[in-house]
């Protein structure tokens, strides 16, 4: 069965960098485009960033741009985010979502909390 | 970016009721729209893509239908594991993707 698995979410300080990677099993990873999607404390669901099955294309919401760095390897089935200049705002629960092109994110992790305070 | 408003953001309801949630869009956005299901502590889940084809495995008491703008998820009669939160999700901008606001669906 489709398997997400997130990691990496920590208590981090303000303008500090932290690396979520997220482990997908059960399907293959190569052939679908990836999501990372976040939620702050009590808030909704903020799309976050999207790459494309094969990594060639990579796009972001405009609140993590320039900051944020979203990458696979299809080697290992496995996805990540870097963010670098973390800032309070930031602070959210970050799932990642397997996508199917202008339908829907058929998959979801369990979640990773990210935390960013001084 | 397209805009999503869910109406209402807050409904109680009984087991057995028949609810609509309403999704608008700022835009049109042709049937390019998805309907997730959270609960507490939970990632969200699948119900509706393509702004009414069932996702497998989902109870067919859940429907959606709608195109352009307006949009309806309805459950038919509500099932205890049915409280939750309900988002709306346009695809129409792919990749510039947005969620509604939220419905939080509460026992009366």
């Known amino acids: 069965q489709v398997q997400l698995v997130e990691s990496g979410g920590g208590v981090v300080q303000p303008g500090r960098s932290l690396r979520l990677s997220c482990a997908a099993s059960?399907?293959?990873?190569?052939?679908?485009?990836m999501h990372w999607v976040r939620q702050a404390p009590g808030k909704g669901l903020e799309w976050v960033a999207l790459?494309?099955?094969?990594?060639?294309?990579?796009y972001y919401a405009d609140s993590v741009k320039g900051r944020f760095t979203i990458s696979r390897d299809n080697s290992k089935n496995t996805l990540y985010l870097q963010m670098n200049s973390l800032r309070a705002e930031d602070t959210a629960v970050y799932y990642c979502?397997?996508?199917?092109?202008?339908?829907?994110?058929?998959?979801w992790g369990q979640g990773t909390l990210v935390t960013v305070s001084s | 970016d397209i805009q999503l408003t869910q109406s209402p953001s807050f409904l109680s309801a009984s087991v057995g009721d028949r609810v609509t949630i309403t999704c608008r869009a700022s835009q049109g956005i042709s049937s390019y729209l998805a309907w997730y299901q959270q609960k507490p502590g939970k990632a969200p889940k699948l119900l509706i893509y393509?702004?009414?084809t069932l996702q497998s495995g989902v109870p067919s008491r859940f429907s959606g239908s709608g195109s352009g703008t307006e949009f309806t998820l309805t459950i038919s009669s509500l099932q205890p594991e049915d409280f939750a939160t309900y988002y709306c999700?346009?695809?129409?901008?792919?990749?510039?993707?947005?969620f509604g606001q939220g419905t939080r669906l509460e026992i009366k």
């Open positions: 059960g399907f293959t990873f190569s052939r679908f485009g």
């Open positions: 979502a397997r996508g199917t092109t202008r339908l829907k994110f058929d998959y």
């Open positions: 393509a702004a009414s």
């Open positions: 790459i494309w099955y094969d990594g060639s294309d990579k």
């Open positions: 999700q346009q695809l129409n901008s792919y990749p510039r993707i947005t």
